[in-house]
Nanobody, 127 residues
Framework: QVPLVESGGGLVQAGDSLRLSCRTS????????MAWFRQTPGQEREFVAA????????YYSDSVKGRFTISRDNPENTLYLQMNNLKPEDTAVYSC????????????????????WGQGTQVTVSS
């Protein structure tokens, strides 16, 4: 499997910003729809944001819309999540994921559509 490696998490205060990165060494990064999910202990994995493989469509959960921005740098094989105005309820382990099929974008908010996952990075927001 192609490894996905997240970084950028940390402990911040409410209102602060963080930028998460997800780097892959795999080829054809630009052919895949990519996404960020988050999870807290005992909870289901929650969709956060996705970016269509063509780069022309973004998708956000209602809870982060207007505060988070997903982007990608294809030459650098890196996916980003810019998180602004963080809230304590954003506290979670954030993982990036690659869609199961190249040049597809079905079910972008469904974790079952993604078959390659990073190990996650912890984001903790204090009040």
């Amino acid at each position: 499997q192609v490894p996905l490696v997240e970084s950028g998490g940390g402990l911040v205060q409410a209102g602060d910003s963080l930028r998460l990165s997800c780097r892959t060494s795999g080829r054809f990064f630009s052919d895949y729809t990519m996404a960020w999910f988050r999870q807290t202990p005992g909870q289901e994995r929650e969709f956060v944001a996705a970016l269509h493989w063509r780069g022309d469509n973004t998708y956000y959960s209602d809870s982060v819309k207007g505060r988070f921005t997903i982007s990608r740098d294809n030459p650098e094989n890196t996916l980003y999540l810019q998180m602004n105005n963080l809230k304590p309820e954003d506290t979670a382990v954030y993982s990036c994921a690659r869609h199961q099929l190249p040049k597809y974008s079905t079910g972008v908010t469904d974790a079952r559509s993604y078959t390659t996952w990073g190990q996650g990075t912890q984001v903790t927001v204090s009040s």
